[in-house]
């Protein structure tokens, strides 16, 4: 959508939503002069001059990361809410509902509230098009200060940010946060980002701040000694998952009702025993990470948690769309993996929680993803393929996906839509089998809404 087709006046929830969307991608159909350190920041910041620096009115936590990144920033803001505190929670892209980015105590921003934000954002909007160099802002910088905007308006006592892309140039970076988490790092987002694992790490190293403290998930050597090389010389504290914070699973076996799990701190003998309703291995990764940040915070902040407080938040964390359950003959699975890693790792959760079951894979992706890692990575373990693609702009098309497939030798169903491809997938699946749909958030979130689980969908899509 082009911003010159943004609604004149904000007056009904798909206007707020069309005003967003019509600023979508503006900043890579500018010159090159535009993609310089100093201007993508400093628009932002003028943006946040102009609406007085609601920013500046919250302490926050600020979360990069390849994969990982969303469930652990829920995790933290369940957590500090269960200590009592009204926590903002902005993560993106959303499953259903655009309000889904913009949360205070878990609870989506009101259709009324995003209206009112989006109209008070709208003048920024033609200011910053008419009276300055900048330009009109994208969507994504509009989401971050209604986000921001939002929580000031609440008197938030803390907000938990996740990072769009990167991190040292994404406009979440703005902010001066209590801690930087670094989750998990791998390959994605390379014409963006870089080709190797040390380019993407320095990217998502940005956000750790000159004498700043930062949480990192236990990292692959190449992606450790960029976060440590930076830390240094930023002279920040840097703890580790694995090293300060280690975990050891006390489930015998992997239980779709969860897992529990011993969390073992640095030079303490005594172990914090803590349940997460959060299934497979990569979770765990994210429940420590998770905790090693909210027990810092018990020696510094004006937020306190509490260890009953830590187990009573990650007992009570909900995260749609990831390794979601859906019981059933045949069970479906529901989970936004999206490149090489990612799927890997879902490949070994399914083998964890369902060994020996035959899986009907039901897959699509974005046009800006790996394909050929992702399948070279999952399709081994399936016994049957559907081809779909989801109804973003950005979808890969199904023609596109086949000559990828083809090599694979595993029985191949083409269907025009992900709802198509799950009743597709009923069909083919046996009872006693598994279901699988996957290769992008845009995918899970079709899947929930195709076996009828999505509460809340917006009519209109970005």
Not at 85 to 105: A, K, M, N
Not at 187 to 198: F, S, W
């Amino acid at each position: 959508m082009d911003a010159s087709r943004a609604p004149q006046s904000i007056t009904s929830y798909a206007d707020a939503l069309n005003f967003l969307y019509a600023h979508a991608n503006y900043d890579q159909r500018r010159g090159p002069e535009y993609a310089s350190d100093v201007a993508k920041l400093a628009k932002f910041r003028y943006m946040l001059q102009y609406l007085n620096h609601p920013e500046e009115s919250f302490p926050s936590l600020l979360i990069a990361g390849t994969k990982g990144k969303g469930s652990t920033a829920v995790m933290l803001a369940t957590i500090l809410q269960a200590g009592g505190y009204r926590v903002g929670l902005y993560s993106q892209p959303h499953l259903h509902s655009y309000r889904e980015r913009v949360q205070i105590d878990r609870q989506l921003i009101s259709r009324e509230n995003l209206i009112r934000l989006a109209r008070h954002l709208q003048p920024l909007s033609r200011h910053m098009e008419t009276e300055t160099e900048y330009g009109p802002p994208t969507t994504f910088e509009l989401g971050t200060a209604l986000a921001f905007l939002a929580f000031a308006q609440h008197q938030v006592d803390i907000a938990v940010v996740e990072v769009g892309i990167g991190g040292r140039l994404d406009v979440t970076n703005v902010l001066n946060p209590l801690i930087s988490v670094i989750t998990s790092i791998s390959l994605d987002h390379t014409n963006v980002l870089g080709a190797t694992i040390p380019q993407i790490a320095w990217e998502k190293a940005g956000i750790i701040k000159p004498h700043g403290r930062v949480v990192s998930s236990p990292q692959v050597p190449a992606a450790q000694e960029v976060i440590q090389r930076v830390g240094i010389e930023r002279q920040a504290e840097l703890r580790q998952a694995g090293r300060d914070l280690s975990w050891q699973v006390l489930d015998a076996h992997p239980s779709l009702a969860g897992q529990h799990l011993a969390l073992y701190q640095l030079q303490q003998e005594s172990a914090l025993e803590i349940y997460s309703p959060l299934l497979g291995q990569h979770q765990q990764e994210n429940i420590t990470v998770a905790a090693l940040a909210a027990l810092w915070l018990r020696e510094f902040a004006p937020v306190s948690v509490s260890l009953e407080t830590l187990k009573a938040g990650l007992a009570r964390t909900w995260w749609p769309g990831r390794f979601e359950v859906v019981p059933g003959r045949p069970v479906v699975v529901i989970d936004g993996a999206h490149n090489g890693d990612s799927a890997f790792r879902l490949r070994q959760a399914l083998a964890d929680y369902f060994p020996d079951q035959p899986i009907t894979l039901v897959v699509g992706f974005s046009s800006d993803k790996e394909t050929g890692a992702f399948l070279d990575a999952l399709v081994p373990g399936c016994h049957e393929i559907i081809l779909t693609r989801s109804h973003h702009p950005r979808a890969t098309s199904i023609q596109n996906l086949q000559k990828y497939a083809a090599h694979f030798g595993v029985p191949t169903h083409l269907s025009h839509d992900v709802a198509e491809g799950m009743h597709m997938a009923q069909e083919l699946c046996s009872p006693g089998g598994v279901i699988c749909a996957t290769g992008s958030l845009f995918v899970a979130a079709e899947a929930r809404e195709a076996l009828g689980l999505a509460e809340d969908m917006d009519e209109i899509r970005s």
